[in-house]
């Protein structure tokens, strides 16, 4: 009981742990970096950072550096539309590629067996977590393309496994930390 008392007291006092530094409107804290441009807002999430999920071929995770998702983003940028060219869960909402920098972003690192740096980006438009934005992966079911995460291989440059969520009601799967960790 008495753990789980000092957990609670942790997480409440998480906000005022960080530290923050202006560098160009970027914002450390202990979880996560918030990079600020014209043309998006993102967390980058430390490698120390909990999630409970593998890519295919993880070799180790890594900090994703500014230079690292600037390229992402114009990688993004450019290629979006070509990826998202079926508009999957997108029918009566709306498109992905038309509405970029609505979104903010949450970037996770990782390397492969081969070397390559691999991003997983999710893309979450949606006022009402801006508050979870910056010290959890956000997850939702439903909300069709307010919602959506992609990988993207920085060495190839491709962009792959773009999921969109299913159109319907919007519910926040709140996290659970566990041991295991799933592969998207």
Same mark, same amino acid.
């Given at each position: 009981?008495?753990?789980?008392?000092?957990? *609670? !007291?942790?997480? !409440?006092?998480?906000?005022?742990?960080?530290? @923050?530094?202006?560098?160009? %409107?970027?914002?450390?804290?202990?979880?996560?970096?918030? *990079?600020?441009?014209?043309?998006?807002?993102?967390?980058?999430?430390?490698? &120390?950072?909990?999630?409970?999920?593998?890519?295919?071929? &993880?070799?180790?995770? $890594?900090?994703?550096?500014?230079?690292?998702?600037?390229? !992402?983003?114009?990688?993004?940028? /450019?290629?979006? !539309? @070509?990826?998202? %060219?079926?508009?999957?869960?997108?029918?009566? @909402?709306?498109?992905?590629? #038309?509405?970029? /920098?609505?979104?903010?972003?949450? $970037?996770?690192?990782?390397?492969?067996?081969? =070397?390559? /740096?691999?991003?997983?980006?999710?893309?979450?438009?949606?006022?009402?977590?801006?508050?979870?934005?910056?010290?959890?992966?956000?997850?939702? #079911? =439903? =909300?069709?393309?307010?919602?959506?995460?992609?990988?993207?291989?920085?060495?190839? %440059? /491709?962009?792959?496994?773009?999921?969109?969520? &299913?159109? =319907? #009601?919007?519910?926040?799967?709140?996290?659970?930390?566990?041991?295991?960790?799933?592969? $998207?």
């Amino acid at each position: 009981m008495m753990r789980k008392i000092v957990i *609670i !007291a942790l997480m !409440a006092l998480m906000p005022t742990i960080g530290f @923050c530094q202006n560098n160009q %409107q970027t914002r450390h804290t202990w979880t996560c970096t918030r *990079i600020t441009t014209s043309d998006y807002e993102s967390y980058v999430f430390s490698k &120390e950072f909990y999630v409970d999920f593998k890519i295919d071929n &993880e070799e180790s995770r $890594y900090t994703p550096s500014n230079s690292d998702v600037d390229k !992402a983003e114009k990688i993004i940028r /450019k290629k979006i !539309a @070509c990826i998202n %060219q079926d508009h999957d869960n997108q029918e009566s @909402c709306p498109l992905i590629d #038309e509405n970029l /920098k609505k979104y903010k972003r949450q $970037y996770i690192g990782f390397t492969d067996v081969y =070397g390559a /740096k691999i991003l997983w980006v999710n893309f979450v438009w949606d006022p009402q977590l801006d508050s979870k934005i910056d010290n959890e992966i956000t997850t939702v #079911e =439903g =909300g069709c393309s307010r919602y959506f995460h992609l990988k993207i291989n920085l060495d190839t %440059q /491709k962009i792959y496994d773009l999921t969109v969520n &299913e159109p =319907g #009601e919007v519910k926040y799967i709140q996290k659970v930390h566990k041991r295991r960790r799933i592969r $998207y």
